[in-house]
C-alpha cells in the first residue's frame, strides 16, 4: 500500500502557472510510474500526463507544450508544471502511481493508487 500526498492546487488566472507536487509515503521503485489525472465537474476522469522511474514520459494531446511532468526519485516525488493555463484546465487535479505502460491513457494500470486530489481553478 502507499498513500500519494498533492499540493500545489489553487486559484489562477488564465495564461498564469502553477506546479503541482504530489510525495509518495514509500520508496518508489524501478517498475514505478507516477502520473496525473484530472476531473471536471460533470465529466470523466481524464488522463494528463506519466512519467516512468527512467524519465520516459508521455501527454494528453490536450496539455502538450503547455504542461510539463517531472519527477524526483530521491524524494520518491511527481511534480506537474503548468503553464498558460485555460478556464477548461479546471478540474480536480489526482496524483497517480502504477506499473508504467502505454495504457495510462485508456486507465491507471494495476495495481495502482490515487491520491485524494487537489483543486485547479482557472479563471478567465
Known amino acids: 500500500q502507499v498513500q500519494l500526498v498533492e499540493s500545489g492546487g489553487g486559484l489562477v488566472q488564465a495564461g498564469g502557472s502553477l506546479r503541482l507536487s504530489c510525495a509518495a509515503s514509500r520508496r518508489t521503485f524501478r517498475s514505478d510510474a507516477m502520473g496525473w489525472f484530472r476531473q471536471a465537474p460533470g465529466k470523466e476522469r481524464e488522463f494528463v500526463a506519466v512519467i516512468s522511474w527512467m524519465g520516459r514520459t508521455y501527454s494528453a494531446d490536450s496539455v502538450k507544450g503547455r504542461f510539463t511532468i517531472s519527477r524526483d526519485s530521491a524524494k520518491n516525488t511527481v511534480y506537474l508544471q503548468m503553464n498558460s493555463l485555460k478556464p477548461e484546465d479546471s478540474a480536480v487535479y489526482y496524483c497517480?502511481?502504477?506499473?508504467?505502460?502505454?495504457?495510462?491513457?485508456?486507465?491507471?494500470?494495476?495495481?495502482?493508487?490515487w491520491g485524494q486530489g487537489t483543486q485547479v481553478t482557472v479563471s478567465s
Open positions: 497517480a502511481l502504477g506499473p508504467y505502460s502505454s495504457t495510462w491513457d485508456a486507465n491507471l494500470p494495476s495495481p495502482g493508487y
